[in-house]
């Protein structure tokens, strides 16, 4: 008997500039030999310039509005394009500790834009696969880093973010709620074709509302029925769309939410089936 999935609650947040800056010694050093390894400059007094909000800050920021944790984690998902302001600091595991359960860690990095998506889709297969009652999962964006990369408009980030979903069984008779689909290598041309095919697939009776990331744009007009389109902006890779998604709480109708991003730099397209949503 297949298991039905549901995305149960979400939290989203952008933070302000934040206080912390990265001070160790052995901060500035990994920083150093990250730079020099990508061959990018490191920013001369790093120390008084470079200042934000670390993942455990935000992730601790969204644990209040997900409501309380009453039962076990039992998977804990960190998911970022960009790294962390301090990047020695465990915070998997500071985090795991604040929470009920002894939960697994993950980290998925090195995806782009697809990262929250591969984060969804590990969620899911978890839950399939090992009977998972609860999964807990964070997206980030992190904007100011020590060095300076010469980075495409579409990698950079605007500011720092943090996005927060619970994924767990659904009730008995439920529907599936979350399913995801990722395609790897897709020229730019090809992506509305691919869309549509996916999109079809996912939710083929149609879908209260699509949410478009910026690196599909307005290239792709959606055959599918659907309530409402909307385009979410550029600057925030990873929590752009499922911050969008978490405003949307609770859906206007009983149709599922679409959402769809491409990665211009790798040629990833992901497409996500979330809902109904419920309030």
């Not at 730079?35 to 670390?54: E, F, K, N, Q």
């Not at 301090?86 to 929470?99: K, V």
């Not at 998925?108 to 999962?137: C, E, K, N, Q, Y």
């Not at 309530?227 to 949307?248: D, E, I, K, M, V």
Request: proline share 11%.
């Amino acid at each position: 008997m297949t298991l039905a999935l549901t995305v149960s609650a979400m939290a989203h947040r952008r933070f302000p500039a934040g206080a912390t800056r990265p001070g160790a010694a052995d901060d500035d050093r990994y920083h150093a030999k990250v730079a020099a390894a990508a061959g990018v400059p490191l920013r001369d007094a790093t120390r008084p310039t470079v200042t934000g909000s670390t993942f455990e800050e935000m992730a601790v920021a969204l644990l209040d509005p997900l409501g309380a944790q009453d039962h076990p984690v039992d998977l804990l998902l960190l998911a970022y394009a960009t790294p962390d302001l301090t990047p020695l600091t465990l915070t998997g595991p500071t985090l795991a500790a604040r929470l009920p359960g002894r939960p697994r860690l993950f980290g998925i990095t090195d995806t782009g834009v697809s990262a929250p998506f591969t984060m969804l889709a590990l969620a899911r297969s978890s839950v399939l696969r090992h009977r998972l009652r609860r999964v807990l999962a964070f997206a980030f964006d992190r904007s100011d880093l020590p060095h300076d990369p010469p980075l495409p408009p579409d990698r950079r980030v605007a500011g720092d973010a943090a996005v927060a979903l619970v994924v767990e069984p659904a009730p008995d008779g439920a529907p599936d709620a979350l399913r995801v689909r990722q395609r790897s290598g897709v020229p730019a041309e090809e992506v509305p074709r691919t869309l549509d095919a996916l999109a079809a697939e996912l939710a083929a009776d149609g879908a209260s509302t699509i949410l478009v990331g910026a690196g599909v744009g307005e290239r792709w007009q959606p055959r599918i029925p659907h309530s409402a389109l909307r385009h979410t902006p550029q600057g925030w890779p990873c929590t752009a769309l499922f911050g969008a998604l978490a405003r949307l709480r609770p859906a206007p109708d009983d149709a599922p939410v679409l959402l769809a991003e491409y990665d211009r730099s790798l040629g990833d397209l992901s497409v996500c089936r979330v809902g109904p949503v419920a309030a």
